[in-house]
């Protein structure tokens, strides 16, 4: 018996421990410690920018979506805009992230305008329930927020290590801007040879409903918020790896339940280009600037359209013959281990 009492107290006193030390490195950003150098480790944003704006009012408007739309930036949008913005989009964000978001922002805030941005292949992607990093705080769920922070104290050892590490590391790989939402990793090149592999996230999805992007048009709308929709410029290999059928029916859809919004994807000189592109999912800053100057310039740029249930089937025309003629304009890397 007193062994078995010495064994759980020694179990205890280590959990505890290694608690002390999750809390006091902090590297998801859950617990709110002041610790030096965070940036150097990748926090859950959600959880950091939500406990940001719940003192910070001075905001108007927000860009929402996954971290590809990390390049639309708040300094161009400010300034074409007139408004004040701030980044709230997130690694992997999903349909299901933005409506929340799109709630707690009507519930708490005076909004005047969003920026919502789209991508197919992540819309309905279920989150990974181990990675941490992408958790809804319970602001956006309803879990308990005991339930919710336990589950950063058992943060895999290795993983702690690894942020130790970088914090030891006089230069840092990643950087994350909590006044403006936007994050980057200093010197990160851009993409010039194809990936080797392409994570197909939509490959054999049957109807990519858009009811929650419905949901949130209509809540913002009601509450009147100016709406600006945008399909994000996709790289052309990976779009090319989609189901046409499906594709070509999600735009229908968000054209039908927008009433217009711009699209930057399709095959063209942009999307074509590795270059404007840091790897095979994530555009460059200077093409997120170029699509914002179309949003809000109302055009004239031959990149971007503005799609609306009037005109929707001329754009799936030309997207119909973008695949058609897809093989002999674009090499398609197949996805492949390795």
């Known amino acids: 018996m007193r062994y078995l009492l010495g064994l759980?107290?020694?179990t205890a006193v280590l959990l505890g421990t290694y608690g002390l030390v999750e809390v006091g490195v902090d590297e998801f950003g859950v617990f709110?410690?002041?610790v030096p150098r965070r940036e150097v480790c990748m926090p859950n944003t959600r959880v950091v920018k939500l406990r940001y704006l719940e003192s910070h009012p001075q905001y108007d408007a927000f860009v929402l979506g996954s971290s590809r739309a990390n390049s639309y930036r708040v300094e161009t949008l400010d300034r074409l805009s007139g408004r004040r913005y701030y980044n709230l989009t997130s690694p992997m964000e999903n349909a299901q992230g933005m409506e929340g978001w799109v709630r707690w922002l009507v519930a708490h805030r005076t909004v005047r305008e969003v920026l919502l941005t789209l991508d197919y292949d992540l819309q309905e992607h279920p989150y990974v329930d181990s990675d941490l990093f992408v958790k809804d705080p319970p602001e956006f769920t309803g879990t308990p927020r005991a339930a919710f922070t336990a589950r950063y104290l058992l943060t895999p050892p290795d993983q702690l290590a690894a942020c130790i590490r970088a914090k030891l590391n006089s230069s840092p790989a990643y950087y994350f801007e909590v006044r403006t939402g936007e994050e980057y990793q200093p010197g990160r090149p851009t993409m010039v040879l194809a990936p080797?592999?392409?994570?197909?996230?939509?490959?054999?999805r049957g109807d990519p409903n858009v009811d929650r992007l419905a949901a949130m048009v209509g809540l913002l709308r009601a509450h009147g918020v100016v709406v600006r929709v945008a399909v994000d410029?996709?790289?052309a290999p990976r779009?090319?790896?989609w189901n046409a059928s499906t594709y070509a029916l999600w735009i229908r859809n968000v054209a039908e339940v927008t009433g217009g919004f711009w699209d930057f994807s399709g095959v063209s000189r942009v999307t074509l280009e590795n270059a404007n592109y840091y790897d095979d999912v994530h555009f460059t800053r200077e093409i997120g600037n170029r699509a914002v100057r179309t949003m809000f310039g109302g055009g004239g740029d031959s990149f971007g359209f503005w799609v609306t249930p009037a005109n929707v089937e001329a754009r799936l025309r030309t997207i119909e013959r973008d695949y058609a003629d897809g093989p002999t304009r674009v090499r398609v890397p197949m996805p492949r281990d390795g």
């Open 233 to 235: 410029p996709v790289w």
């Open 8 to 10: 759980l107290t020694t």
């Open 32 to 34: 709110g410690t002041p």
């Open 239 to 241: 779009l090319l790896t």
């Open 196 to 204: 080797r592999r392409i994570e197909m996230f939509a490959g054999g």
